[in-house]
């Protein structure tokens, strides 16, 4: 079975700590990318990575930042946490930057 | 800006009733994927439609794909408390994935 493995699926921060989420894929994929997710807003994509080393902003990259040393692992971190943070967070891989996304479970962050 | 509205936002059946979804846009697309996402999961594809005017079929649930490329519908035919979740389309254009906010499925036995 292809996978996506998200390290935590509930978090709960302190505002400014820092968080780092990571993912993992096993599909070999060429792209990766962190989503959140919240009601009324629908999934946002924060970034992307489109091969090891690099990343392009998404829609909302203010507070985060990325880091995708290998292949299969993306990692979203939080330099410091605040509470309009708290959100749930999706990693997805893809062959494509349009095609078939494989989602993790997803990590739920709360930051009081 | 949302360039992908889903109707209805929210929808609330019996079992064994029909119902149908839309996906609407005032863009053309290149392809068009329907998702669904279960409560505290990620989304899992549906189904994926290329060609103006397709029709995919999975089990029952039916696809279509507008001739135009522009806007989608998900019909699903005696519906089972097992479609219970978030039903999500994303339009793919220009290297770019445009996302519906979904339309929250409920099944009641």
């Known amino acids: 079975d292809v996978k996506v493995t998200q390290s935590s699926r509930y978090l709960v921060k302190r505002t400014g700590e820092k968080v780092f989420l990571e993912c993992v894929q096993d599909?070999?994929?060429?792209?990766m990318f962190w989503y959140r997710q919240d009601p009324g807003l629908g999934l946002r994509l924060i970034y992307f990575s489109y091969d090891v080393k690099m990343k392009e902003k998404g829609d909302i990259p203010e507070g985060y930042s990325v880091s995708r040393e290998k292949k299969e692992r993306f990692s979203l971190i939080l330099e410091s946490a605040s509470t309009n943070q708290t959100s749930m967070y999706l990693c997805a891989s893809s062959w494509s930057e349009t095609g078939e996304l494989f989602f993790g479970e997803g990590s739920r962050l709360t930051v009081l | 800006t949302q360039l992908l509205e889903q109707s209805p936002q929210f929808l609330s059946i019996q079992e064994g009733e029909n119902l149908t979804v839309y996906c609407n846009s005032s863009s053309v697309f290149s392809s068009l994927q329907w998702y669904r996402q279960e409560p505290g999961e990620g989304p899992v594809l549906l189904v994926t439609v290329v060609t103006g005017g397709e029709v995919k079929k999975l089990k029952r649930l039916t696809f279509q794909f507008g001739d135009a490329r522009k806007d989608s519908s998900l019909h699903i035919t005696a519906a089972q408390p097992g479609d219970t979740g978030l039903y999500l389309c994303i339009g793919g254009n220009n290297r770019k994935l445009i996302w519906g906010l979904g339309t929250s499925l409920a099944v009641n036995p």
């Open positions: 599909m070999d994929h060429e792209n």
